[in-house]
């Protein structure tokens, strides 16, 4: 030992030998700074880097190597082989490589202490190749011992040198190395006896002055790769720094976001459940574990396979027996298979507890599936309701017009495929108008829902029963037979002509009925409708008939009345009507007291048609409003230009008096054609009145106010209400026509004209009597009294001739 550190003190320049540490040094630090590079890169450039490391290395062992050679005094000048030097040099960077390959391709700590220790064969192998270069005589003395100790202590230190630097302590992988690279190189000099060495030149060889020249070149290029291995060492430095600050920022994000997802997923209303490629549940949130524990399925679900937790939460359609369970399964299987193949599925099952939920599974890229379940009971319940209330009238419950129609398509597909017949009823109340202008709409409403219960109780296969609106039924029934459509009417007939009980009052219910029977009555949905209508409109005309079935004629009556509503809005356009005038006497004195306007109408290729045809027709379509308009203004605008201002009775119909235009369309006629108020005189009938006595009473005032008078007209042929008088002061009572017939030999009809004109002088209101025909008949009006008359006797309908009404006037005057 003594004698190793004599040889290493004495024959050693120690500058040389700073110099050589340096060099070591810097060649470590590069060698293990390159090493991780190349352990982090792939492809091609783990390749370059592998080496540029093995370079790197390989350069700086073999300057280190003989700078050493250049500190050692051994008593005379060394020369070296060319060649051999040139081979050690490309032994250190080749065996380098392969050592720093193996460590930077390793796994393990073994892989990496394997390659270091690669590395230090490698110092050993170009430490003794370099001494063989050396050209001197004699023959060096060898330590087999202290060769030993420098190839152990290279391959020792070289490997936990590549240890700690793959590991991140870079300084101490430098440090190991370099002390690897030195211990190897002086303790193997340590083992040489140059004693018996003497110089010898053989030409070929390398002088030192040479040799520290290129030791030189090579220690440079050792620090620039030391110093390129620095600045990628602060790049990859910041690089680390980056990315870690980079991943701390992530790494919160993911928290943060995980934080969220969690909060989120564990307050959301839907339950959410992650199936993997297998079928397994692998997640489920707070919902989803409430839902499945409340179906009886432990904490342990998670992890269970779907066709399990699918079979267990079946609610009320789990199975019960070996085959349905059999059924389910493959159910199941076919469900996760359509997943399979990316389908979407979307379905509702109803739990145990009664809860609706909605189940949606939707697949994902790895062939898992997200499934989300929904509690859909309320939105479920809102759904029925609103459906129920789209096919069911509100008041009474019972079907709307639109499910009407719905089973009425339905009956006349089955119809059409089968044997069966049906019948399309309708059904309007009577006088219903009344009850609720009598008694209010509460008690309306409590007869109609009192009525569609009755309707509908009791109810058969192949019957329905709907509110179509207002007061209006209608109901439907399949039959083979004409005995059971009967039975089906006698039973609504039963219900609808009763005794109702209602807060108010007891309300006696009636209606009319219409049938229409398919296929004879009609073969599409609104044809049978029409021709029930027809046999319903029929029904209440007849008084003495409760229920009328369809019938041709009644078809070709509602065509006929159709073309005159369309020839009378033609009319209107054209001008069609005309006006003719009745005169009214005085019964005592003969003298004229007015003319009653009557309208009258050509109709083209039929001729002159009866007002008691046109007028109801009109009314129905709704020309009756603008008919009469034109006849008022038109009546006024001739009255205001005769020269004898004579009063004129206009006739105003109910369709008339129930508009609160009236009142307005009176005002703006007088004010247009300049004819006092005083000369017009407006006819109405009690009928129209007692429709809706409170709004015709207030029309009928307003207008007296204007100074027109108001008769009431066909006196004694409707209700003939005291009550009616009692309420307005008319201006005149006119008896209807049909009282004067036989008042000259009829004791009765004397009877009921004398009341009549009784009952006009007690109130005070003078009387006129229609339809006199013959000279009895008015002296019959003279005895009794009457103020008034009018008829074919007085005078005809017609144009008034003024210059035969002025004539005889003037003659009285020169007399």
Excluded at 73 to 93: C, N, V
Excluded at 179 to 191: N, P, R, V, Y
Excluded at 208 to 229: C, D, K, N, T
Aim: charged fraction near 20%.
């Amino acid at each position: 030992m003594f004698a190793f550190v004599d040889f290493f003190l004495q024959q050693h320049d120690p500058r040389f030998v700073g110099l050589a540490a340096i060099v070591c040094l810097v060649a470590a630090y590069a060698c293990v700074s390159l090493l991780r590079h190349a352990r982090r890169a792939t492809g091609r450039m783990h390749v370059i880097w592998i080496g540029v490391a093995a370079l790197a290395v390989g350069l700086g062992i073999w300057a280190t190597h003989f700078i050493g050679m250049l500190a050692l005094r051994p008593g005379f000048t060394l020369s070296y082989d060319l060649l051999l030097t040139g081979a050690s040099l490309l032994i250190a960077i080749g065996i380098c490589g392969v050592g720093i390959a193996m460590a930077a391709r390793g796994q393990s700590v073994a892989d990496q202490f394997l390659g270091g220790a690669v590395v230090g064969i490698a110092i050993s192998c170009m430490h003794y190749t370099g001494i063989a270069a050396l050209v001197m005589g004699g023959a060096i003395g060898w330590n087999t011992g202290m060769i030993a100790l420098s190839v152990i202590a290279g391959m020792l230190l070289g490997g936990l040198s590549f240890v700690a630097a793959m590991n991140g302590r870079m300084l101490t992988g430098a440090l190991l190395l370099t002390l690897a690279i030195c211990a190897m190189h002086f303790t193997a000099m340590g083992a040489a006896d140059f004693s018996r060495c003497f110089p010898l030149s053989a030409g070929g060889e390398i002088n030192s002055g040479w040799l520290s020249g290129g030791v030189a070149l090579i220690s440079l290029l050792v620090l620039g790769a030391a110093f390129g291995s620095v600045l990628l060492d602060e790049a990859d430095r910041r690089r680390t720094q980056r990315e870690k600050e980079r991943q701390e920022a992530d790494a919160a994000r993911i928290n943060e976001v995980t934080s969220l997802l969690e909060l989120a997923t564990t307050h959301m209303a839907q339950g959410l459940c992650l199936f993997d490629n297998t079928g397994h549940l692998r997640f489920h949130n707070q919902p989803a574990t409430d839902l499945i524990r409340a179906q009886g399925i432990g904490d342990d679900a998670v992890g269970g396979h779907f066709r399990d937790l699918s079979l267990a939460m079946q609610g009320a359609s789990r199975p019960n027996t070996t085959a349905e369970q059999q059924e389910a399964e493959t159910r199941i299987d076919e469900l996760i298979a359509g997943i399979a193949r990316g389908e979407v599925k979307d379905y509702l099952r109803t739990l145990d507890d009664g809860r609706i939920v909605r189940f949606v599974h939707r697949p994902i890229a790895d062939g898992g599936w997200v499934t989300t379940i929904d509690d859909v009971t309320d939105e479920q319940r809102s759904q029925a309701a609103i459906s129920h209330l789209a096919y069911h009238d509100p008041l009474t419950n019972i079907l709307n017009r639109a499910a009407f129609n719905e089973q009425l398509d339905h009956a006349l597909h089955t119809a059409g495929e089968t044997d069966q017949n049906f019948a399309v009823i309708a059904v309007d109340l009577d006088r219903f108008k009344e009850i609720n202008d009598t008694y209010g709409h509460q008690v309306g409403d409590q007869v109609l829902k009192a009525l569609a219960t009755r309707l509908s109780t009791g109810l058969k296969e192949g019957e329905v029963v709907a509110r179509l609106g207002g007061d209006e039924f209608a109901a439907l029934k399949m039959f083979t037979s004409m005995d059971a459509l009967r039975d089906f009417i006698a039973r609504i007939e039963s219900a609808l002509f009763t005794r109702i009980e209602t807060d108010v009052v007891t309300v006696n219910s009636s209606a009319s009925i219409g049938v229409a029977i398919f296929p004879e009555d009609g073969g599409d949905r609104s044809r049978l409708l029409n021709n029930a209508d027809l046999a319903m409109y029929r029904a209440k005309a007849e008084f003495d008939r409760r229920t009328c079935y369809y019938e041709h004629d009644m078809d070709e009556h509602a065509r006929q009345r159709r073309a005159m509503a369309k020839d009378l809005w033609t009319a209107l356009e054209t001008n069609g009507f005309s006006l003719v005038y009745q005169v009214q006497k005085s019964v005592a004195t003969d003298e004229i007291t007015g003319y009653e306007v009557l309208l009258r109408w050509s109709r083209p290729g039929h001729g002159m048609v009866s007002p008691a045809d046109f007028i109801p027709v009109a009314e129905e379509c709704g020309a009756i409003t603008a008919i009469g308009t034109w006849v008022l203004r038109t009546a006024c605008r001739n009255a205001a230009s005769w020269p004898e201002k004579r009063k004129i009775a206009v006739n105003v119909s109910g369709v008339q008096l129930g508009s609160l235009d009236l009142i307005d369309t009176v005002r703006d006629v007088l004010t247009e054609t300049g004819l006092s108020p005083s000369l017009l005189e407006l006819e109405v009938t009690e009928t129209s009145i007692i429709a809706d006595k409170q709004r015709a009473l207030h029309i009928l005032r307003q207008i007296k106010a204007m100074g027109v008078s108001i008769a009431i007209d066909d006196f004694g042929t409707g209700y003939s209400s005291l009550d009616t008088l009692r309420s307005f002061p008319f201006d005149k009572i006119k008896i209807d026509r049909s009282f004067m017939t036989e008042v000259d030999h009829d004791e009765q009809s004397k009877a009921i004209v004398r009341a009549i004109l009784a009952l006009g002088r007690s109130l005070s209101v003078p009387v006129l009597a229609e339809g006199v025909e013959t000279c009895a008949q008015l002296e019959v009006l003279r005895v009794e009294g009457c103020s008034e008359a009018q008829g074919f006797l007085l005078g005809r309908p017609g144009e008034i001739d003024w210059e035969d009404l002025i004539e005889p006037m003037l003659g009285q005057m020169v007399v």
